[in-house]
C-alpha cells in the first residue's frame, strides 16, 4: 500500500538508541487527537504497509485524529535488527505513542493489528492519555487479562468470522471480561483481510 499524498515521512526517536524508526504521519485539521497504530509480526512480513495498518490509519483519519503507523526495527528504513522480542516490540510502541503525544493535543488512540494489536494491549494501558484501545486479530494469548480490565479508558476488538489464528469465539470470551470493551466480528473476514478490509475500517470509524 503506498502512502497518500498528505502523509508525510516520520522520524520517531527510540531512547538509548542511535537509530530511529520509519514511520508514516497523516495530520488532520482541528484533530481530536491522534493514533499509533503498531503492525504485524516483524519477521513474518509485517510493515506499515499492511493494508491492515493502512486501513485503520485512514479510519482513524475520518474521525479527526491524526494518525502515525510505524515499521518495527529493521523494518524497511527503521533501524536496529529484527526481532521477536517483546520487549524490544514494547519499546517501539512507546516510541510511537511518544511521537503522537509530542505530536498533538488530545486523547490518544492506540492501534494494532495481530502482533501489533498483543503488544500494544500489554503497554498502552498504562501509558499517558492513551484512551482509546483499538486491537484487531490480537492473538489470544499475548493479551494480559488483568492489564485490560483495569484499563480505564474504551476498547474496541475486532476479529474475522473465518480466522484460524484467532478463533472469534476465544476472542469474544476474553472480551466478556471487560467492562468498557466492543466486540466486533467481521463476516467472511480471515485473519489477513483479503475480505471485509472495507468493512472493518467502516466498524472502528463508527465506534471512534
Known amino acids: 500500500m503506498s502512502a497518500r499524498a498528505f502523509e508525510r515521512p516520520a522520524t520517531i526517536s527510540v531512547p ?6 520509519e514511520g508514516l504521519w497523516l495530520p488532520v485539521d482541528e484533530p481530536r487527537g491522534g493514533a499509533a497504530v503498531a503492525a504485524p509480526h516483524p519477521l513474518m512480513g509485517g510493515s506499515m504497509e499492511s493494508p491492515v495498518v493502512g486501513e485503520l490509519a485512514f479510519a482513524c483519519e475520518s474521525q479527526h485524529y491524526s494518525s502515525l503507523r510505524f515499521n518495527w526495527r529493521g523494518v524497511g528504513a527503521s533501524g536496529g535488527e529484527a526481532t521477536d522480542a517483546l520487549d524490544a516490540a514494547a519499546a517501539d510502541v512507546d516510541a510511537a505513542l511518544d511521537f503522537v503525544r509530542d505530536s498533538v493535543e488530545g486523547r490518544v488512540v492506540a492501534c494494532g493489528y495481530s502482533f501489533g494489536a498483543g503488544v500494544v494491549s500489554r503497554r498502552a494501558v498504562e501509558a499517558a492519555r492513551v484512551q482509546r484501545l483499538v486491537l484487531v486479530a490480537p492473538p489470544v494469548a499475548m493479551l494480559d487479562r488483568s492489564a485490560l480490565a483495569s484499563f480505564r479508558g474504551r476498547t ?5 468470522e473465518n480466522d484460524s489464528l484467532v478463533p472469534w469465539r476465544d476472542l469474544e470470551a476474553v472480551c466478556a471480561d471487560l467492562a468498557e470493551a466492543e466486540f466486533c466480528v467481521i463476516p467472511e473476514a480471515d485473519h489477513f483481510f483479503m475480505a471485509g478490509l472495507a468493512e472493518l475500517g467502516r466498524a472502528v470509524a463508527r465506534w471512534l
Open 16 to 21: 538509548e538508541s542511535d537509530w530511529a524508526l
Open 156 to 160: 474496541f476488538v475486532a476479529v474475522g
